[in-house]
């Protein structure tokens, strides 16, 4: 694996190094659970990106800058950690193959 990857930056102490530490200890199911659970929040957030309004009901409503943060920051960063976290995951499952 490269070394900038999530699971090295988490193995090493960096980002995610908590949730590495946790999920390090649960069973491969319980990790196939959680791959899976994160790959419905990513898709999520990407058809929140797509269809605002469908998620948020007064999002016409809100301030411009609000609609923008989280149409362009917010939910792409959520998906950037979800994406992270996920490869952790797998990550740790091949591993285990090894």
């Known amino acids: 694996m490269a070394a900038n990857d999530p699971l090295s930056a988490a193995k090493a102490g960096g980002r995610h190094a908590r949730f590495y530490v946790e999920y390090a200890k649960k069973s491969d199911a319980e990790i196939r659970r959680g791959i899976k659970s994160l790959q419905k929040q990513i898709t999520e957030h990407e058809r929140k990106i797509m269809n605002p309004e469908r998620y948020v009901p007064d999002f016409e409503s809100l301030d411009p800058r609000e609609r923008k943060a989280l149409v362009e920051t917010k939910w792409p960063d959520d998906i950037i950690r979800q994406q992270e976290q996920k490869s952790i995951l797998e ?8």
């Open 91 to 98: 990550g740790i499952l091949t591993e285990r193959m090894l």
